[in-house]
T-cell receptor, first 112, second 113 residues
Framework: DAKTTQPTSMDCAEGRAANLPCNHS???????VYWYRQIHSQGPQYIIH???NNETNEMASLIITEDRKSSTLILPHATLRDTAVYYC?????????????FGAGTILRVKS | SQTIHQWPATLVQPVGSPLSLECTVE??????LYWYRQAAGRGLQLLFY??????ISSEVPQNLSASRPQDRQFILSSKKLLLSDSGFYLC????????????FGPGTRLTVT
C-alpha cells in the first residue's frame, strides 16, 4: 500500500472549515483513499473514502487531485467535538479483508 | 443496526498472567473481524484479522493469539502477559467483500504491571 504524509498538527477556529491535507504521491491506480478519525480514548471512526472523484457525506468532503497524488479532507463547519487525530490511509482490497495501516495522523485542535 | 461490543473496558494484570479479551458484533452476519493495538502515544497496529469462523491471520508475531469460535465473536488471548503488552486494544468489523469500511468498538485499556 502507498504511504501517506500528513502534517503533525493543525488548529482550526470553531465554526470555520477545517482543511486537512494528505500526500500520497506513490498511490497506484487501484488504491483508494480512506479517512478515519480518533477522538481521545475512543476507537477510530470511519469518515469517508474515495478513488478518483470528489466525495461528500454528512460528515465531510473529500477532494482528490486529478493526478491522485494528494487529497484534502474538509470539515465544513468545525466544532469542538471535531478535535481528534485524523488518519489518511491508502489501501487496496486484500484477498482477505481490507487491511488498514494507520500512520501518525494529524492532530486537529478546534478552538473556540 | 450493527453494534460492536468489547469487554472488559479496562483491565490491570500482572506480568505473566493470562489474558482474554472478547469482542462481539450484533446485527450482521459473516463479518470480517480485526484486532488492533495502540501503545501509549503511538499509532494503531493490526494484530489479527479473520474472514470466517476458525480463520485467523496474524500480522505481527508475538505472544498473543486470536480465535473466532462463533461467527460474530472474536477473542484475543495470551498465556503469559509481558509489560510490552500494555496498550489500548481495539476490535473492529467490516462487511466482507470489496473495500468495506471498518467499524471499531470502544476498546479495552490493558495495563500490565
Amino acid at each position: 500500500d502507498a504511504k501517506t504524509t500528513q502534517p503533525t498538527s493543525m488548529d482550526c477556529a470553531e465554526g470555520r472549515a477545517a482543511n486537512l491535507p494528505c500526500n500520497h504521491s506513490t498511490i497506484s491506480g487501484n488504491e483508494y483513499v480512506y479517512w478515519y478519525r480518533q477522538i481521545h480514548s475512543q476507537g477510530p471512526q470511519y469518515i469517508i473514502h474515495g478513488l478518483k472523484n470528489n466525495e461528500t457525506n454528512e460528515m465531510a468532503s473529500l477532494i482528490i487531485t486529478e493526478d491522485r497524488k494528494s487529497s484534502t479532507l474538509i470539515l465544513p463547519h468545525a466544532t469542538l467535538r471535531d478535535t481528534a487525530v485524523y488518519y489518511c490511509i491508502v489501501t487496496t482490497p486484500g484477498n482477505y479483508g481490507n487491511k488498514l495501516v494507520f500512520g501518525a495522523g494529524t492532530i486537529l485542535r478546534v478552538k473556540s | 443496526s450493527q453494534t460492536i461490543h468489547q469487554w472488559p473496558a479496562t483491565l490491570v494484570q500482572p506480568v505473566g498472567s493470562p489474558l482474554s479479551l472478547e469482542c462481539t458484533v450484533e446485527g450482521t452476519s459473516n463479518p470480517n473481524l480485526y484486532w488492533y493495538r495502540q501503545a501509549a502515544g503511538r499509532g494503531l497496529q493490526l494484530l489479527f484479522y479473520s474472514v470466517g469462523i476458525g480463520q485467523i491471520s496474524s500480522e505481527v508475531p508475538q505472544n498473543l493469539s486470536a480465535s473466532r469460535p462463533q461467527d460474530r465473536q472474536f477473542i484475543l488471548s495470551s498465556k503469559k502477559l509481558l509489560l510490552s503488552d500494555s496498550g489500548f486494544y481495539l476490535c473492529a468489523w467490516s462487511v466482507g467483500g470489496h473495500l468495506p469500511e471498518q467499524y471499531f468498538g470502544p476498546g479495552t485499556r490493558l495495563t500490565v504491571t
